[in-house]
């Protein structure tokens, strides 16, 4: 009998070591070192690399980069905008070009014809309006606009990432409030979004106050990766995710099981899209045993993993006890108010 259990415990280490195998050796292993160029700079580094999925929600302290195109092909539908510099060119009357400066108020001021609105209108509408208010003056005016140079706005932000060490771009980092500070968009709230949402908000707000500029984002850095692990386990907190984790993986981070921890009845609290918890049973024994990994499940951002000493029954889930290990200071939050739904 004392043989068979043995047998039985040396089965799940073994079992173990290949579940986890991955987790630690992702950590330890590198196959070669990045990739320098002059003054030893690397070219890529594998441990900065930052792990997130589709669906991962930018989180207070991650960084996002932002990075600058400017479309010089669409200067036709450029809104003239606030201190920029325009040509106004009269095809037969030369003698009543100008080169003038948008002045704070929005207008240009012409020959003649005084102060002409210019701001919010693209070089070709501005010309018309010009036809316009010169049609009374003179036969068939013929007005063309051109840009000479760009306005204050743009002019501040080619300042402002003209000495960024990485190029045309802007690192942003994730204040507390989850908000980000973005030249000319300062106060601009991403906590909460995944990175497509984040890119699509701020390329369209940047094309609302320079249009004709494009922005691309990416993670460059990510802290809100994490997973919870409480109860039955050596080391109980809070672990970085490093690449797809399960919950047998998870516990493994956490140091594994404590002597008395129930194996079978692992309770995994995640959010349906509703961002409603979730609680799942997850039988770690039954993966151990039988070598079942189809029954352990990977984890998402911030999921919380709890191992009892007794098995969980449906009250247990619902409980004042499980509801309290739910972190309440993450870029989003559960709907605490709600019960705990449990799912087989």
């Known amino acids: 009998m004392i043989r068979i259990r043995k047998m039985r415990q040396a089965k799940k280490v073994v079992a173990l070591l290949g579940v986890l195998a991955p987790v630690f050796m992702a950590g330890c292993y590198v196959p070669h070192k990045p990739a320098e160029i002059e003054d ?12 997130y999925d589709a669906g991962y929600l930018i989180s207070p302290g991650d960084r996002v980069e932002v990075t600058y195109h400017v479309d010089i092909e669409q200067k036709e539908n450029y809104q003239i905008a606030l201190g920029d510099q325009i040509r106004v060119e009269f095809f037969h009357y030369p003698q009543l070009d100008r080169t003038v400066n ?15 609105m210019a701001a919010g209108l693209t070089p070709m509408q501005l010309a018309d309006a010009i036809n316009d208010a010169y049609s009374d003056l003179l036969t068939k005016p013929s007005a063309t606009v ?77 802290t809100g990766n994490r ?39 692992t309770l995994l609290i995640s ?23 189809g029954r352990d499940l990977f984890v998402k ?24 290990m739910i972190p309440v200071n993450l870029s989003f939050s559960y709907a605490l108010d709600d019960a705990v739904d ?3």
């Open 301 to 324: 951002q911030s999921d919380v993993i709890f191992v009892p000493t007794t098995t969980l029954g449906r009250a247990a889930l619902i409980g004042e006890r499980i509801r309290r």
């Open 40 to 51: 030893g700079k690397a070219v890529y580094d594998q441990q900065k690399l930052p792990y």
């Open 342 to 344: 449990y799912v087989e």
């Open 102 to 116: 948008v002045r704070p108020d929005g207008r240009v001021t012409l020959p003649h014809k005084g102060d002409i």
């Open 227 to 265: 997973v919870y692990v409480f109860g039955a386990v050596r080391s109980p907190g809070y672990y970085q995710l490093q690449g797809p984790t399960t919950v047998l993986q998870a516990v493994g981070l956490a140091g594994g099981f404590a002597n008395f921890g129930q194996t079978d009845s």
């Open 146 to 222: 051109s840009l000479i140079r760009y306005g204050a706005r743009i002019r501040e932000l080619k300042e402002a990432i003209r000495t960024a060490a990485r190029g045309q771009s802007r690192l942003a980092l994730v204040q507390p409030d989850g908000k980000v500070n973005l030249p000319l968009l300062n106060g601009m709230r991403l906590a909460g979004l995944t990175i497509d949402q984040a890119a699509d908000a701020v390329n369209d707000a940047y094309e609302k106050v320079v249009p004709g500029m494009f922005t691309s984002s990416t993670l460059f850095e990510v």
């Open 271 to 293: 959010r349906d899209e509703f961002n409603r918890p979730v609680g799942r049973l997850v039988d770690l024994e039954a993966v151990l045993d039988e070598g079942n990994i």
